[in-house]
């Protein structure tokens, strides 16, 4: 699967599908491709969207934006709700891929790698999940070589959110959050 879609419109239903690395189903999100920048690929999660893998499901508190970049091992989800805690949760991934769907919708497929770069409101910026990681590095057979690109990409995010670089930043989100705010064109 392309790592960039080519044709994709804006307004398209993009599903984004994460894996674990033994092919086990993982989060299932859907959303609103909103367009592209030299980061990668935007799309809009309404509040309100079903958000569901094995054994739960919930709808979603608030709106998000979901960055599925050009190049890197991660995808990131950028909220816009001051009561949420959470700003910014980037997910270490990998093989992601877009798929072309029935009715001009998208598929983004991605193998999760456990580690997560977060924002908070209440602690800060931090790497979650290390111990799973650790855990899913043995059970699941992960190549040396993908350890090793993950903790140097997950250390690099790291300091490019505490540094409040782009596309990480409230700044470079206002021209994205602004477009999943008008409505679709009529086609």
Known sequence: MPRNPAGVAPGALVVA????????????????????????????????????????????????????????????????????DFDLYIDLADRIGWQEMKRGAWEVN????????????????????????EQHRLSMGYPEALQQLIRAESATLLDAVRADQAPFSRGHRERWLQAAQKPPAAG
């Open 17 to 84: 599908r994460a894996w674990k690395y033994d092919a086990s189903p993982h989060w299932v999100v859907p959303g609103f491709y909103l367009g592209s920048d030299e980061y990668g690929h935007w799309v809009h999660q309404p509040a309100g969207s079903l958000v569901a893998r094995p054994g739960t499901a919930h709808l979603a508190a608030s709106d998000a934006l979901c960055l599925f970049p050009s190049h890197g091992l991660w995808i990131a989800t950028l909220y816009d709700d001051p009561n949420e």
């Open 110 to 133: 991605s193998i999760d790698l456990d580690l997560d770069v977060i924002r908070s409101r209440s602690r800060g910026t931090f790497l979650d999940d290390e111990d799973e990681f």
